[in-house]
Nanobody, 124 residues
Framework: QVQLVESGGGLVQAGDSLRLSCAAS????????MGWFRQAPGKEREFVAS????????YYSDSVKGRFTISRDYAKNTMYLQMNRLNPEDTAVYYC?????????????????WGQGTQVTVSS
């Protein structure tokens, strides 16, 4: 099975950018569709973005559409989340996740493999 490790989180100011990375080991990302989720304090974990296994089609939540970009580098076996124009509402722990089936999915239960999360804090 695949193991996932996120990195790239930190403390930034509103309007800044960050790029999160999700390094995979154990299996190649070619075998998985991938997603990013986030969980703010006191809130449920929510879908942010996904990229499908075969076609590489991308999907975004309405709250990040136009600001965030999901991508993957098979050579590095790594997925990324480029986050631009960050605002305090983006403050959360960000998790990457992987799923074997084809097609896109936004539900947490659709993803079998999860990283440990990386904290993103946006100050106003």
């Amino acid at each position: 099975q695949v193991q996932l490790v996120e990195s790239g989180g930190g403390l930034v100011q509103a309007g800044d950018s960050l790029r999160l990375s999700c390094a995979a080991s154990g299996r190649t990302l070619l075998n998985y569709g991938m997603g990013w989720f986030r969980q703010a304090p006191g809130k449920e974990r929510e879908f942010v973005a996904s990229i499908t296994r075969y076609t590489g089609a991308t999907y975004y939540s309405d709250s990040v559409k136009g600001r965030f970009t999901i991508s993957r580098d098979y050579a590095k076996n790594t997925m990324y989340l480029q986050m631009n124009r960050l605002n305090p509402e983006d403050t959360a722990v960000y998790y990457c996740a992987a799923r074997s089936p084809a097609g896109q999915a936004t539900a947490l239960t659709s993803y079998a493999y999860w990283g440990q999360g990386t904290q993103v804090t946006v100050s106003s």
